[in-house]
């Protein structure tokens, strides 16, 4: 909707920019990265899982681990990209890639 039709009816369009969808799509695989990464030192017993609502699946269910760690990872992803319109909501994804991405390399120094 173009913006002038947008302030003389109070409507507006709710749609991400499309560099949202390019954060989320680096976010995703990094926290997919992750989640292999983690559910592998955690197998050859490297680390620990330290949050208590994945350490049985970690163990016992991949599958489940897989689901629920990413499904934790994408609504995290969600709840922050809400607020991309606003000028810190963008750094805010900004800085949720990056976390993955810090997080990753820490798995690689970890593994090497």
């Known amino acids: 909707m173009p913006s002038r039709l947008a302030r003389a009816t ?10 949202v969808w390019l954060y989320f799509a680096a976010y995703f695989v990094l926290a997919l990265v992750d989640t292999a990464l983690t559910w592998h030192c955690v ?12 350490r049985p699946p970690v163990l016992h269910h991949p599958w489940v681990f ?3 760690k990413n499904a934790i990872a994408v609504a995290a992803f969600l ?34």
């Open 10 to 19: 109070d409507q507006f369009a709710d749609v991400p920019h499309p560099r």
């Open 43 to 54: 197998r050859t017993g490297i680390v620990r899982e330290a949050n208590p609502l994945l």
């Open 66 to 68: 897989l689901l629920v």
């Open 79 to 112: 709840a922050v990209s809400r607020f991309e319109l606003f000028r810190l909501g963008l750094w805010a994804l900004r800085a949720a890639v990056l976390g993955y991405f810090l997080l990753d390399v820490y798995w690689a120094v970890l593994l090497i």
